[in-house]
Structure formats: C-alpha cells, structure tokens
DNA sequence: TTCACAAACGGAACACTGTTCCGTATCGTC
DNA sequence: GACGATACGGAACAGTGTTCCGTTTGTGAA
C-alpha cells in the first residue's frame, strides 16, 4: 500500500506506467465521472488494459490510489477543525461540509461509494475505515457538549451524508449541501415523540 | 398509458404477453431488484426479448408499469393524511414514512430514480409529477401551521428523502428510516445561522 | 371454413461493458 | 551482450442492453 513497503524495487517502465496511469484515471474521472470505462483510461495512459489490471486489480484500488490524498486531508481536518473552532458543533458542521464538498465534486464517487458491486467493497472500506474514527471523535465532543443529540452512530451519519451527495452534479435544482445542513440540525434537537413508528 | 385510451383494441396474445411481462417483472424485481437483466425477465414469462421492447420501450417504462398501483396509492394518502392526522407535521411526517418505506422495499429502486441513465428518465419524471405535488401540499399545510420552515422545496425534499434510501436493504447497519426522521427534525427547526457557508 | 394481412413474436446479431490470459517485449543484472 | 524475471498489450471471453427482420399468429372478411 504506502510507497516505502519493503519488497524488491519495481521496474522503471511499470513505476512510469503506475503514474500515467494514476494520471489517466483522474483525467477520466474528471471527464466521465468514476464509471469510466477501463479501455478509456487505458487509451488515455497509452497501455493496454491489462496493465490496469496489474497495477490497480480492482476498480477501487484504482479510485483509492486517485484520491487518496484528499481522504487523508479530510481525515486530518477532523482533529484540526476541532481544536480551531468556537465549538464542537461548528467543528462537526464544517468537518460534514468539507467531506459533503468533496463528495460533490467527484462525479459519482458517492454513488460508487453505495454500490453493491464487489469490484467496489474496498472503496468503501477505505472510507469508512480512515474516516468514520474522525467523525465519531467530533460527534462525541458535540455530543459531550451538549450541543447534540448522543444517538446517531458516526457510521450511519456518513452514510447519510454520503447518500445525501449521490446525483448532487447532475440537476442543479438539486441542492445536497442544503439537506445535509438540515440533518446536521436535525442532530440539535431532541427525537421528537414517535408516532409514527409503531404503525 | 391508461387502458382505457381510445385506439382499436390489441390483440389477444399482446394483452396476455404484457400481463406476464407485468408478473415476470415483478418477480424478477423482487429477487434481483429493479436492474435485473431483461433475459431474466423474458425467460420468467416465456417471451423473447423484443417483446418486452416491444411493450415497455425502456426500462422505467416497465418499472413504472409495475410500481404504478403503489405510486399512486401513497399519491391518495396525502390528502387522507392531511385530513385524518392531528397536526400538518404529523401527516407530512407519515407520508413521508410511507415513501421512504416504499422505496426501500423495492431494491434499486431508489437507486434507478437517482441514475443519470437515460432509460430512467421517464421514471423519475413520473415520480416527480405523481407526489411532488402531494408533497407539497404536506409542506404548504405545515409551514402555514408554523410547524416547520418554509423554504424547503418539494423537490429537494424528496429527493433528499429518495437518496437517504438508497442501499438501505443491503447493509443492517444502515438506518435509512432514522435518517429520514432526523431530516424532518431538522426542518422543524429555523436554519442555524450560516458560520460555515462563507468558507 | 378459409384466406389474407396486419400485428406480434422470437431470438440472432450487434455494441459496449468488465475481466482474464498468455505470447511477446522490455528492463536490470551479470 | 546475454539471460531471466518482470511487465506489457490486446485478443478473447462473458455478461449486459438494444435493434432488427424473417416467421408465426390472431382476427376479420369472404
């Protein structure tokens, strides 16, 4: 995974060919969203498809590869946010935003990130691993603060988030920053007496 | 579209070809959710494919064929909610229940109304015209009681509803329902002033 | 009852996906 | 320069949706 892992140096053409390829993945991304076909990326960064394969076997792999400088930024952001800002809350809120925007900007990413298919398991792993501990820890001091409510798992909250950013680029009357704000509000206020869930 | 539109009547082996198609789809939605292959559905009720071109052009075609009962079922409840609940929230809150469970019972199917698929897009066209209406005459009667905020478009709503339901029967975890219900806490509650959106 | 023709059918064929596999080319080393 | 390991390329396969047209079937008229 992280570059410095041991293991006998590779070849140059393929560290060459890893980094077109990297390279030719966003490019496509940009262009045609996360679903771009494997033989236009391959064609972009001049191998066959076969090379894609070897370096990145799963499509996620190669989706992780792509961004995984700005998960990590977002994941540092938590911790940062936290400290700088007047409360828990706000903390969470812009955190929630910077993750929301990201998602966003990233045509189909939040749907990839719900898909069933196994090709993308790993995606989903990844973010849920590196950035669902982030949440919880600002979760937890709003909820220690008394600024939220304690019952919403950090898992089930990005869900949402995630769920909320899926189609966000593609009908402009569509405004998923908005909903996402009225979840977070929804987090301030006390479940409200459950009528409706006993049918 | 309705079966009563003039024109002479079809033949015998058409009207009975697309009652199977009807059932075989339905069948095939339930076990392999709303993108099952159309070889499936065509085997399943004993045609080939063209006949299912044939009689549902596109894929929405055949889901909103299959679906329209319960589609316009949920449209009726608004009004019947409206008058039989005690608070305009509270009906906005059962109807909206009674949409997300609709949706989250039938697998893809949130899904398919959020794809940038041409063959959906009549789908989602229909959703939108049937119950966006119906929500917002739920909106209208609740922010007129003062209950919950005004500027909440139908549209946005609903969509924000129909995405938090996506993927809601593939992972336990995920609690579609309770999501949908912070949403609506948060529309009781006047928008928190905006630290965050001037970045 | 038979006939003729419009209506409808079936499924082969095509286009476009992802994925695998192996003969070939290239790199790094001795 | 030669050799072995590494990596490459793209043909081939499998699974999708979709179209098209030769064949079959239903229906109304003779």
Known sequence: ??????????????????????????????????????????????????????????????????????????????????????????????????????????HGLAGALRSDDDAFRSLHAYFLDRLVPVCDRLLAAAAAAGEIRADIPALTLMHGVGNLCIGADQDPRYDARRLVGLLLAGLRVPEPPEQTRAY
Chains 1, 2 share one sequence.
Not at 28 to 56: K, L, N, S, W
Not at 58 to 65: G, K, N, Q, S, Y
Request: charged share 25%; glycine share 8%.
């Open 1 to 106: 995974m992280a570059e410095g892992t041991s293991g006998p140096r590779k070849r140059a053409d393929a560290r060459r060919n890893e980094q077109n390829l990297l390279e030719a993945a966003a490019a496509a991304f940009r262009a045609a969203g996360v679903d771009a076909p494997v033989r236009d990326i391959a064609t972009r960064a001049g191998v066959g498809v076969g090379t894609i394969y070897r370096h990145f076997p799963t499509r996620a792999d190669l989706i992780v590869a792509v961004y995984r400088h700005q998960v990590e930024a977002c994941a540092e952001a938590g911790p940062a946010l936290l400290a700088g800002s007047d409360s828990a809350h706000a903390a969470l809120r812009r955190w929630i935003d910077l993750f929301a925007d990201f998602l966003i900007t990233k």
